[in-house]
């Protein structure tokens, strides 16, 4: 396989209420969901802790994908925690609850074999962490980051700070308007590139994704899906997709990148069909590539 990723993030146990159905310490975190989609275009290792109660059975599925759990900490506490809902459009997520647990010790040093990661993604988790992980790497030929409400709020310049050294940002609606201080998309996204990626998702649910690239905007809808089960991972599906294709393809131009958030909106929409993992994890790489000639007939339009 191509170029291996590298991705810090949460391990977690999640209990998430949809109108649909709900669910209670079911494996979950933004490192879990963004490596077993992103296994299936490259290779992939991860750095993140988890508590005592975390068993082997909880770790196969990393196993199972042949993700590379070197940098997987086990810790005397409880793992990652997060408790949200979602109301009947699904859009967007409520935290209720957020217990960092064994994160707020965390301090990451990463094994020898994955400093000479190429391609970095800074899923969802405190800034420190993310821009420590960063430190360790000798010479990252692409940095991606994820972050949410949780970290704008709580923790706004050592985002800051990480962000200056991020060349890609991927993240929802909501949280590029928090971010970038401005009701307007484009121009929240204009001032996000200022502080520093310079090519800025944006994730906008059931209404799909827009890329601000370099060379030019793309905009992607979502899966018309007849039936969504659970959102919770979509934004990290969509980003192991994403990162899977750029590090399989090594290549940084605007076809890849459109190729790429292609790839990733088809792994969210996979992911939301099901609850926890369970959608990824029964994946073929038959079944995403049927996806994906799907979402080309489904946007595809004639010149004049
Ligand atoms: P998303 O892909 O955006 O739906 O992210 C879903 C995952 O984010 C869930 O499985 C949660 O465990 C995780 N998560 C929620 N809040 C946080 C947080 N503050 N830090 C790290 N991970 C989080």
């Given amino acids: 396989m191509s170029s291996s990723i590298l991705v810090v993030g949460s391990v977690a146990f999640d209990s998430v209420r949809t109108p649909f159905g709900e669910a209670e310490d079911v494996l979950g975190g933004s ?11 490259s290779n ?7 508590g005592s109660d975390f068993s082997d059975d909880h770790a196969s599925i990393f196993k199972r994908h042949n993700i590379d759990t070197s940098g997987l900490v086990r810790a005397d506490g409880r793992t990652f925690r997060w408790k949200g809902e979602y109301g009947f459009d699904l859009n967007e997520a409520h935290t209720l609850d957020t217990q ?14 994955y400093r ?21 790497v000798r010479q990252p030929r692409v940095v991606a980051c ?20 991020v060349d890609i940002l991927v993240i929802n609606d909501g ?25 800025l998702i944006v994730k906008r649910g059931e209404y799909g994704v827009l890329m601000f690239g370099e060379e030019s905007v793309f905009a992607a809808p979502a899966f018309p899906l007849e039936e969504v089960f659970d959102p919770t991972g979509a934004g990290d599906s969509f980003a192991g997709g994403f990162m899977g294709h750029l590090a399989a393809s ?3 131009d605007d076809a890849t990148f459109r190729r790429a958030i292609v790839y990733g909106s088809v792994m969210a929409s996979f ?23 799907q979402f080309q007939k489904l946007t595809h339009f004639d010149a004049l």
């Avoid at 992939?44 to 988890?50: E, L, S």
């Avoid at 960092?100 to 074999?113: A, I, T």
């Avoid at 923790?155 to 990480?162: F, H, N, P, S, V």
């Fill in 100 to 113: 960092l647990n064994v994160f707020e010790s965390f301090r990451p040093d990463l094994p020898d074999s």
């Fill in 44 to 50: 992939v290792r991860v750095v993140a802790v988890v």
């Fill in 250 to 252: 090594e290549s940084m």
């Fill in 175 to 199: 949280e590029t308007r928090m971010l970038g201080g401005e009701a307007n998309l484009v121009q929240a996204a204009n001032k996000i590139r200022a502080m520093g990626p310079r090519v």
């Fill in 146 to 165: 994820d972050t949410m409400n949780f970290w704008i709020d709580g923790k706004l310049d050592a985002l800051r700070k990480t962000l200056r050294r």
């Fill in 271 to 293: 992911n939301v069909e099901e609850f926890s993992l369970k959608g990824l994890s029964k994946l073929t790489k038959t079944d995403i590539e049927g996806r994906f000639r």
């Fill in 31 to 41: 490192a879990t969901y963004f490596s077993v989609s992103a296994s299936f275009f």
């Fill in 116 to 136: 000479d990661a190429e391609y970095v993604f800074l899923g969802n988790i405190d800034p420190e962490l993310q821009a420590e992980v960063l430190d360790q």
